[in-house]
C-alpha cells in the first residue's frame, strides 16, 4: 500500500545540524520531495532527488536516499531559528493513465531553540 | 510573479451550506489539484484534473465537487454533505501529470474552514 512514515517532532539548538527521516514503499517512485510548511501557509517546495541518484545537496541542505532500504533523510546544516517549520516528505508515484499521485508523510515538526 | 492564489484565507460555513474555496494560478500549469490537511495528518487528495474540462476523484472526494472550465482557475466546492468540512485546504498545480519527468507541485497559502 501507500505509505510514507516520518517522525512527527525533532528538537535542535540553534547552529546544530538537523536531520530529518523519511522512509517510503514504492521501489518504483522516480521523484522524492521535501516540502518546509510555515504556520498558516502552504508548502514550499525546498528540493527534491532523483531516484537512481544517492545524493544532492543545495547550500545548507543535503539528500540522502537509501533506495534497497526506501529511506530518505534531510540534513540541515547550521540550523536556524527560521528553519523551524514542519517538514514533509513525498514520493511521486505512478497512476493509470500516466497520472502522477504525490504521497505525502505526516510531517515533522522541526522546533529551533538558542 | 507567477503563483497560485487561494482565497478567502479563511471561511466559515454554516449547517447545511454549500462553500466554494477559490483556486487561481498563473503559472500555464495543465494540472491542477486539491488536497485537504489535518492535525497531525499529511495532506489527503481530493480532486485533481490532468486538463481543462476534465478531473478525477481522489482518496477522500465524498462531500465535495469541482470544475475546471479554464486551465487557470480550479474551484473546489464543499457540500453539506460533508459532514465533517472543518480543515486546511491546500490547491497545488504542476506543468503536468506525467509520472516520468520532475513534476513538482506548487502550493497556494491555503484556505482555513471553519464550522459555525
Known amino acids: 500500500g501507500e505509505d510514507v512514515e516520518q517522525s512527527l517532532f525533532l528538537s535542535v539548538r540553534e547552529g546544530d545540524s538537523s536531520v530529518i527521516n523519511c522512509t517510503y514503499t514504492?521501489?518504483?517512485?522516480?521523484?522524492l520531495y521535501w516540502y518546509k510548511q510555515e504556520p498558516g501557509a502552504g508548502l514550499q517546495l525546498l528540493t527534491y532527488?532523483?531516484?537512481?541518484?544517492d545524493m544532492k545537496q543545495d547550500q545548507r541542505l543535503t539528500v540522502l536516499l537509501n533506495k534497497k532500504d526506501k529511506h530518505l533523510s534531510l540534513r540541515i546544516a547550521d540550523t536556524q531559528t527560521g528553519d523551524s517549520a514542519i517538514y514533509f516528505c513525498?514520493?511521486?508515484?505512478?497512476?493509470?493513465?500516466?497520472?502522477?499521485?504525490?504521497?505525502f508523510g505526516a510531517g515533522t515538526r522541526l522546533a529551533v531553540h538558542p | 510573479d507567477g503563483g497560485i492564489t487561494q482565497s478567502p484565507k479563511y471561511l466559515f460555513r454554516k449547517e447545511g451550506q454549500n462553500v466554494t474555496l477559490s483556486c487561481e494560478q498563473n503559472?500555464?500549469?495543465?494540472?491542477m489539484y486539491w488536497y485537504r490537511q489535518d492535525p497531525g495528518q499529511g495532506l489527503r487528495l481530493i480532486y485533481y484534473?490532468?486538463?481543462?474540462?476534465?478531473?478525477q476523484k481522489g482518496d477522500i472526494a465524498e462531500g465535495y465537487s469541482v470544475s475546471r472550465e479554464k486551465k487557470e482557475s480550479f474551484p473546489l466546492t464543499v457540500t453539506s454533505a460533508q459532514k465533517n468540512p472543518t480543515a486546511f485546504y491546500l490547491c497545488?498545480?504542476?506543468?503536468?501529470?506525467?509520472?516520468?519527468?520532475?513534476?513538482?507541485?506548487?502550493f497556494g497559502d491555503g484556505t482555513r474552514l471553519s464550522i459555525l
Open positions: 497545488a498545480s504542476s506543468i503536468d501529470s506525467g509520472h516520468y519527468s520532475n513534476q513538482p507541485q506548487h
Open positions: 514504492d521501489s518504483s517512485s522516480t521523484y
Open positions: 532527488i532523483f531516484s537512481n541518484m
Open positions: 513525498a514520493e511521486s508515484m505512478a497512476f493509470s493513465g500516466g497520472y502522477n499521485k504525490l504521497i
Open positions: 503559472l500555464n500549469h495543465d494540472a
Open positions: 484534473s490532468q486538463i481543462v474540462n476534465d478531473f
